[in-house]
């Protein structure tokens, strides 16, 4: 299986410490947070890593190299201009392949073992699904959650469509998909993923899981800070 790790975010919120900086090198716990991410990948036994880069890419590509250092083996994906979750992942598709891939957002930290992703694979093809997503409990800055779990697994948007005993649930930013997803989405646009996945969910094509580990959105200075003392303490 490979992965994609996104990593074209500005990072706005992160600024002024994004200002010379793409977000996914700011350190924490010693080493940036996307080394964090492509060595757990390696260590689930995903070496091939596609990474998208738009805002000060040329740092990233520079930091990380072909990943050898760190016994992945890393593909680029540059975008000018940035295309966006959904549009990133299609520009993308032709070095990610005709299989099942894993995504991770490059601002989130999450205990999550990424060796469950083939299996979650599986799961896709058992329940002819385009996408697995990884759910997490509602965190404060996103109270009201963004998808409802059904005690089957299926994924759903609309509350009318969901089954009994369904429950709200955040997005980790973390997912599996099959290529056909972004079938509909071209590339060579901005394009986010919310659309795509209800589109799918609409079609019962979208199943999930719930997360009751670590997990947090590094999107402020302050999220950065306490990760940053979590992982040094």
């Not at 990233?60 to 680029?76: E, F, I, P, T």
């Not at 799961?123 to 409802?148: C, I, K, T, Y």
Request: net charge neutral; charged share 20%.
């Amino acid at each position: 299986m490979k992965a994609m790790i996104l990593a074209a975010g500005r990072g706005q919120r992160m600024r002024p410490l994004t200002d010379h900086t793409p977000k996914p090198l700011l350190p924490v716990g010693g080493k940036p947070l996307i080394v964090w991410h492509i060595e757990k990948l390696v260590a689930a036994g995903i070496r091939d890593i596609v990474i998208n880069t738009a805002w000060l890419g040329h740092k990233l590509q520079s930091a990380l190299g072909d990943g050898g250092a760190y016994g992945a083996r890393l593909l680029w994906s540059p975008e000018d201009p940035p295309l966006e979750t959904a549009g990133g992942i299609a520009h993308a598709l032709p070095v990610l392949g005709p299989k099942p891939f894993l995504v991770v957002n490059g601002d989130v930290w999450c205990d999550w073992d990424f060796r469950a992703a083939p299996r979650c694979a599986d799961a896709m093809m058992e329940r002819q699904a385009l996408a697995w997503l990884l759910l997490v409990d509602n965190p404060g800055h996103n109270p009201s959650g963004d998808f409802l779990l059904a005690p089957d697994g299926q994924v759903c948007h609309a509350p009318e469509a969901a089954p009994t005993a369904s429950v709200r649930l955040t997005f980790s930013g973390i997912g599996v998909y099959d290529p056909r997803l972004l079938f509909g989405v071209s590339g060579r646009e901005p394009a986010p993923l919310a659309p795509v996945l209800r589109q799918a969910m609409q079609r019962s094509a979208v199943i999930g899981s719930h997360h009751e580990g670590t997990w947090l959105d590094i999107g402020t200075p302050e999220r950065l800070q306490q990760l940053d003392t979590q992982l040094t303490m």
